[in-house]
């Protein structure tokens, strides 16, 4: 097994690789092999830090590392950093290559002064590389209420005393929405390979209406494509035939899902007034697909 840096000749195996192992992980299909062939380009990216993994002759892990910042209370930008997609062929997961692959890559950023990370995981395995919750270092998730303790938002401070008393909001670098800000561009290059099938399953992370917010769980909830194939941004009641069933702007929209309060109320632990829910909708419309500016 050896570890070095990505190289130009490396590419479009890393990309099948990184695609191979994240599709229907986190969501239905993926979209991590077209933000990093995105990404290379970015001024956020690190060559420094993109490391594959070799063993014989296949590359068989990937890992990447970004700029990020953190927004202070008092409205400043504080410079930190992420990692990711960081991806492992299926043929290979669960026998130890992955936290060797990113063992080498902290000690590498560190050695480079990197302080702090942020990142977006399952705790269970990156726990054993040193993470915990980030809201024990004060630092919020910013698509999450401040107050919440996101179990998925993760950090952690490669030099002791870099990050310190602060408090702030992580913002995660723009680049890894490319998908979402060119899904057309996105639909051509996800074209170039081999079909696969998107699907529902276990373990994937909350899917929601990219317009109203409902949940998705199952293909019936969903939109549909001008091809009548499933569309899995956007539900039933919002998107059919390629085309958004209601002409509306997101305050009207808020309004409309106001009436579902009774609904919405029997799933949370305590009752939300018609106007709460609207101010809580308020809070997260904006960062759904069909209102993010």
């Not at 690190?46 to 209370?73: C, N, R, T, Y």
């Not at 997609?85 to 290559?97: F, Q």
Request: glycine letters at 8%; aromatic letters at 14%; a negative charge.
């Amino acid at each position: 097994m050896n570890i070095r840096l990505e190289q130009p000749q490396d590419y479009r195996e890393v990309e099948n690789l990184t695609r191979e192992a994240f599709w229907n992980v986190y969501r239905p299909g993926c979209t991590e092999h077209y933000v990093l062939n995105q990404f290379r380009n970015n001024p956020d990216f690190i060559p420094e830090l993109d490391f594959v993994m070799i063993e014989g002759e296949k590359i068989i892990g990937h890992v990447m590392f970004s700029k990020a910042e953190i927004i202070l209370d008092d409205g400043t930008a504080f410079p930190s950093w992420t990692f990711g997609p960081i991806s492992i062929h299926p043929d290979y997961k669960r026998k130890g290559y992955g936290l060797k692959l990113l063992q080498y890559a902290l000690e590498k950023a560190r050695e480079m002064g990197i302080g702090l990370l942020q990142m977006e995981g399952n705790i269970e395995f990156y726990k054993h590389a040193g993470f915990d919750l980030a809201s024990k270092m004060n630092i919020h998730y910013h698509a999450e209420p401040r107050e919440s303790e996101v179990p998925y938002f993760l950090a952690q401070e490669l030099i002791p005393g870099y990050w310190g008393n602060r408090e702030g909001t992580y913002c995660p670098p723009k680049g890894y929405f490319v998908a979402d800000e060119n899904p057309e561009a996105f639909e051509a290059y996800e074209a170039t390979f081999p079909k696969k099938e998107k699907a529902f399953q276990e373990g994937q992370l909350p899917q929601f209406c990219q317009s109203c917010g409902m949940p998705l769980t199952k293909n019936e909830d969903c939109g549909t494509n001008a091809d009548g194939s499933t569309n899995y941004n956007y539900c039933q009641y919002c998107y059919k035939d390629g085309h958004f069933l209601q002409d509306c702007t997101m305050d009207e929209m808020i309004e409309h899902c106001s009436q579902f309060v009774d609904e919405v109320n029997k799933q949370m632990p305590k009752p939300m007034t018609k106007e709460e829910y609207k101010d809580m909708m308020r809070g997260f419309f904006p960062m759904l697909k069909r209102w993010r500016r």
